[in-house]
């Protein structure tokens, strides 16, 4: 496992994509296509959780026998963009605290690489208390040490006093430390005062590369995109859908994505009458997201709470305006270019706040609406190019002639 | 080369049948243990690959003790429970479940799930040992118990191990 050059990078995630579960962390995946060929190597260190068995004694033969596996174990795949990747399961208890998740992470990080320290004199991690930590105790002592908290679960994190006493230790180690939104950076300045000239921001990256040909001068193609749970308040978006329908039967609303909420929101769909109106697409491959985007005419974002909104600028990207809840990230994503690209209403119980901001958005959108003056604000700040360039000074400082 | 895919319980067939096709598509000689027969996904493992499933009879400990400690004073005094000595043989009976025939039966069900346990961890280490694989991909946290069975195994025949397929890893093929 040796890595040479200076310009060596060691990726360190909870998340990324795997056949189980194919767009977890397709985020960091992205990030991985945006900088290798900027990098002399990326290795990334995928520390995935994998729950014991409730039976201790069962618990403890699959500790053993993992424990024993490791010299037998062969982790490094080839990933995208000529990458490497190392699967590195993390055996643990379901249900344990954030502090025990952080330093199970670390210790099976630590049995794979068998007690040798990351090679990479760059490590990046992702997520403060399970990556981070990982990353923190298993790099070489004269390594930078990069941390990006995109969590949305933050605040349980920081509920936890083991947990939060072992994210200020991530935070006091770690050389510079970003967040993906601004809420997360006020979350943890709020409880890190001694650390908030430390918390830094930084973007994920988007695809720019394709879009709608014309921008739509009517909006009956709905989308929305992401997991079915609670969080993401598609039962919400069902309900002001009916009411926007009622109105207009030839709309069309179109689901993208799987979760354990899906039954409940299809018997929703079913009462409401909508069966004829919604499409069920299931998950997308990340990289068809553009393409699925470009077939719809508006992009409605119904969350209670996003510390990014990856989703919001890849609609924008493929020149499709969005309608978005005011749930954290999106305001900062948005933040002067609102009126350009759709609509925001506030995070409300009642339907009535969508179906107000969509009507009026439908008189807007008529009239014309700048997408594209929206969509060049974002790739300037969210492309792959974008993003790619800030992580590079990040780690190896400006270079000559390059953007500051 | 030989690949022996392990995924008992508690992990998607689809991600294992896709782990496993794609095993074989590059040309290795694949088998997969997995759970309970899925007539839906099965038939979507490529053709060519050995499909093992777990086979286990199931196992039912203390027959005559379940008879004789729960099932029997149970139903007697259930049949009491109809007569004028309802409330006092209610009371009996409840105490009865809560101190003798609940927790016996528990026990023996625990005992009974580790028996089977055991033995298709014997049946799957015989099996993976009788195949001779290269290298084995273990998918979910009960491939690793299991591994436990014929970890001298690959350890004699210096076999190598990864949690996932994604083309054979690096330094596997030795």
Redesign the interface.
Request: proline residues 12%; without cysteine.
């Given at each position: 496992m040796t890595v040479t050059g200076e310009r060596s990078v060691a990726i360190i995630t909870p998340w990324y994509p795997?056949?189980?579960v194919p767009f977890g962390g397709a985020f960091v995946q992205e990030l991985v296509k945006a900088v290798a060929p900027r990098c002399d190597s990326v290795t990334v260190y995928h520390c995935?959780l994998?729950?014991?068995?409730k039976?201790l004694?069962?618990a403890e033969?699959?500790r053993?026998?993992?424990r024993?596996?490791q010299?037998?174990?062969?982790?490094?795949?080839?990933?995208v963009a000529g990458a490497?990747?190392h699967?590195?399961?993390a055996?643990l208890p379901n249900g344990s605290d954030w502090e025990t998740q952080a330093r199970a992470h670390a210790e099976w990080l630590t049995a794979s690489l068998r007690g040798e320290p990351i090679p990479a004199p760059v490590v990046h991690a992702h997520v403060g208390i399970r990556g981070a930590y990982a990353a923190l105790e298993n790099a070489r002592p004269d390594a930078k040490v990069y941390v990006t908290e995109h969590a949305s679960f933050l605040d349980q994190v920081l509920a936890e006093p083991g947990a939060r006493d072992l994210y200020d230790e991530v935070i006091d180690r770690a050389t510079r430390f970003f967040a993906v939104g601004r809420n997360l950076v006020d979350q943890l300045g709020a409880v890190y005062p001694h650390h908030r000239a430390k918390l830094e921001i930084v973007a994920n990256p988007i695809d720019f590369g394709a879009a709608r040909r014309e921008p739509p001068r009517r909006i009956r193609r709905w989308i929305t995109i992401g997991a079915l749970t609670p969080r993401k308040r598609i039962d919400y978006l069902l309900r002001a859908f009916a009411e926007c329908r009622a109105d207009d039967p030839d709309l069309r609303l179109t689901i993208v994505g799987r979760g354990n909420q899906e039954p409940e929101l299809r018997a929703l769909a079913t009462e409401l009458g909508l069966d004829d109106a919604v499409v069920w697409r299931g998950a997308v491959d990340p990289a068809d997201i553009p393409a699925v985007l470009a077939g719809h005419d508006l992009f409605v974002h119904a969350s209670r709470h996003e510390t990014f909104g990856v989703v919001v600028v890849e609609a924008l990207a493929a020149g499709v305006p969005a309608l978005v809840s005011r749930c954290g990230g999106p305001e900062e994503l948005l933040e002067g270019i609102e009126a350009d690209a759709g609509a925001m209403y506030d995070v409300d119980e009642s339907p009535a706040a969508l179906v107000k901001a969509y009507r009026e958005l439908t008189r807007r959108v008529e009239a014309g609406l700048d997408l594209d003056r929206a969509r060049e604000h974002l790739r300037r700040r969210y492309s792959r190019e974008a993003v790619a360039d800030h992580h590079e000074r990040i780690w190896f400082g400006p270079s000559e002639g390059a953007p500051q | 080369m030989r690949i022996a895919v392990i995924a008992p319980g508690g992990y998607s067939r689809a991600a294992v049948i896709e782990e496993a096709n794609r095993a074989a598509a590059d040309g290795h000689r694949v088998i997969a243990f997995v759970a309970a027969p899925n007539a839906r996904l099965d038939p979507d493992f490529a053709r060519g690959i050995e499909l093992r499933h777990d086979d286990t009879a199931r196992v039912r400990k203390g027959r005559l003790a379940r008879l004789w400690l729960v099932k029997y004073p149970m139903a007697g005094m259930r049949r009491l429970q109809r007569g004028p000595l309802r409330r006092p043989v209610g009371k009996a009976r409840a105490l009865y479940a809560d101190r003798v025939s609940k927790p016996l039966s528990n026990r023996l069900e625990r005992q009974s799930r580790r028996l089977e346990r055991d033995r298709y961890a014997h049946a799957v280490a015989e099996r993976v040992r009788a195949w001779e694989p290269d290298h084995v991909v273990l998918l979910n946290v009960e491939a690793v118990a299991l591994a436990e069975g014929f970890l001298p195994w690959l350890e004699s025949r210096s076999a190598t191990v990864s949690y996932a397929y994604a083309g054979i890893p690096i330094g596997a093929d030795h």
């Open positions: 795997t056949p189980r995935d994998w729950g014991l068995p039976d004694e069962r033969v699959a053993r026998s993992q024993r596996l010299p037998l174990a062969r982790t490094a795949v080839r990933g490497t990747v699967y590195v399961p055996l | -």
